[in-house]
């Protein structure tokens, strides 16, 4: 169980700049901004600012750029430490340390865990213990946003809306895990995260793990931009009115950066045990409406 509260205030404000010149039937200033605060992560500042640019009765361009955040929402932050298995192969094992340009980092790193030479880890190919759940320290995921688009509605064709839209969104400090196996390499090459790994002690399994805390925290981010398209059609038909709508996202990019700092590129693949989904690079939706 847990609980937060916040208190928001916030302001939006369209200013007109321009109007009635020519290529400018009207030209606004879009602004707002947020201002919050959480019993959990504190203040927190957000904002947007746009431009609205209506150049005649057929096209108007349209333009935003903000800075956003997600505070962790209760189960991130509570979620009860549950036991979970992982699937794992440990990189202090002698026989991972073969062919390795940093076997002698790795092999001095596995040493200061105490982890007796000749180690041949017993899970291999096994699932080892591990927690997963909330954490309490958790920050707030901090994002931004910047889109570009054009709205077409000729005049010659009643009913007809084109709109062509770009955007590209950062997220940094992502609300996530770090993985179990990044851990265990992360402690093994460079010594982070070894905090996170409890190994038996001596006996039958020295050396081995016996619990990896793998339960959320604030790491890497996601990249992603694209294209949206919208071609809308509405129109009068005996007593009611037909709509065809057509929405197609390109997607250029959708890049994961990891807590090691390596990049897994979503956009156009199906990724089943990594990654955040499915990311085709082309996707349509088409519908056809009677009211």
């Known amino acids: ?16 700049l321009l109007a009635d010149l020519p290529m400018v039937r009207q030209l606004d200033l879009d602004l707002a901004i947020r201002f919050a ?3 959990t992560i504190g203040n927190a500042t957000t904002w947007k600012t746009g431009l609205s640019w209506e150049v005649d009765d057929e096209v108007r361009v349209r333009t935003t750029y903000s800075e956003a955040i997600r505070a962790p929402n209760i189960s991130e932050l509570y979620g009860a430490a549950s036991q979970t298995f992982f699937s794992v192969d440990d ?6 340390l073969d ?7 790795r092999t001095a790193n596995c040493a200061a865990l105490g982890i007796p030479s000749g180690f041949d880890s017993e899970y291999d190919d096994k699932t080892l213990e591990g927690l997963s759940g909330g954490n309490e320290d958790l920050k707030e995921e901090e994002s931004t946003s910047y ?9 010659f064709i009643d009913g007809l809306s084109i709109t062509t839209d770009y955007w590209d969104i950062e997220i940094t400090n992502a609300i996530s895990t770090l993985g179990e196996q990044l851990i265990l390499d992360s402690c093994a090459s460079t010594g982070e995260h070894c905090d996170k790994i ?4 001596p006996g039958p399994l020295f050396g081995n793990s016996s619990d ?8 890497g981010g996601v990249d992603s931009s694209g294209y949206d398209f919208n071609v809308r059609y509405s129109t009068d038909l005996e007593g009611g009115t037909l709509t065809f709508n057509v929405d197609t996202t390109f997607y250029d990019t959708y890049d994961i950066t990891q807590a090691n ?12 045990n990594s990654g955040d989904d499915n990311f085709p690079e082309w996707k349509t939706n088409a519908d056809v409406r009677y009211t």
């Not at 990189?91 to 991972?96: I, L």
């Not at 062919?99 to 980092?105: C, G, K, Q």
């Not at 990896?212 to 790491?219: E, F, K």
């Open 1 to 16: 169980k847990g609980e937060f509260d916040v208190s928001e205030v916030f302001a939006e404000m369209t200013v007109p």
């Open 37 to 39: 605060d959480y019993s």
């Open 91 to 96: 990189p202090c094992r002698t026989s991972n």
């Open 99 to 105: 062919d390795l340009s940093d076997a002698s980092i």
């Open 147 to 155: 889109t570009l688009g054009v709205v077409y509605q000729p005049s």
């Open 198 to 201: 409890t190994r038996h002690g």
């Open 212 to 219: 990896i805390d793998d339960r959320t925290t604030n790491v």
């Open 261 to 272: 700092g390596d990049i897994v590129e979503n956009a156009g693949f199906f990724l089943r």
